[in-house]
């Protein structure tokens, strides 16, 4: 099922001015191999570390993207405790998936969880859809997307992070904009099973270059908000 609620205003639908270069990189995660029963992180939840895919459970590892894990403070249980997070068919909301039959979740970190991509140094355009499960969330708990120096999403983590984030889930939508390099980053950090994040349909373009038009619709200030560090 697919929902084109737009969100951000560095998106890529509806200008018809974009000139669309080679596709990159694209992960809609349908591998089947992918998928498997909760994760259990078998590091040490009180120190950053990356994450390794373990036989039998969903992978959080994926071909071109690598997942890690930041603790909170010393007390997390991080992913040590079994949590769904990595490829999945979970339809989040009974809205089923963006594109395909899987997509990637993370949910419950206790920290913050990242998904990490090569470096992409001739990228200049990033799309991807993501839902936010609709649920309670603090005002502690926040998302980012970055690629290279570029902020493409970001929202909670402020005074009114909690309910900024409660505003913007239940639905698909897509999160877009012009690059210029870098690796794609998202991360997530949360503390409660029921508070989600699902990734979709990523596609990481390069070569061509958007026209002017475009370029001046994309500095539009979209929804995202900035998290207070």
Do not use: C
């Amino acid at each position: 099922m697919r929902i084109n609620t737009i969100i951000a205003a560095t998106t890529m639908l509806g200008f018809g001015t974009v000139a669309l270069g080679d596709v990159l990189y694209s992960n809609g995660f349908e591998n089947t191999d992918a998928l498997g029963g909760k994760y259990y992180d078998t590091g040490d939840a009180n120190v950053a570390h990356d994450l390794i895919n373990n036989e039998g459970e969903a992978w959080v590892d994926v071909d071109g993207m690598d997942a890690g894990y930041i603790p909170f403070d010393p007390a997390n249980v991080g992913l040590t405790d079994g949590d769904y997070v990595g490829v999945t068919t979970y339809s989040p909301g009974g809205s089923g998936t963006y594109e395909g039959d899987q997509h990637y979740q993370m949910s419950d970190t206790d920290g913050i969880m990242t998904l990490t991509s090569a470096v992409f140094d001739t990228a200049n355009f990033v799309t991807m859809a993501i839902f936010i499960a609709s649920t309670g969330y603090e005002d502690s708990d926040w998302i980012t997307i970055t690629m290279g120096d570029v902020e493409l999403f970001n929202i909670g983590g402020t005074d009114d992070g909690g309910l900024a984030m409660e505003e913007a889930a239940g639905a698909w939508f897509l999160v877009s904009g012009v690059v210029d390099g870098g690796a794609l980053e998202i991360s997530f950090a949360s503390n409660s099973g029921s508070e989600a994040l699902y990734i979709d349909a990523i596609y990481i373009e390069g070569a061509a270059i958007p026209a002017p038009a475009a370029l001046a619709l994309f500095g539009l200030a979209g929804f995202a908000r900035r998290r207070r560090r």
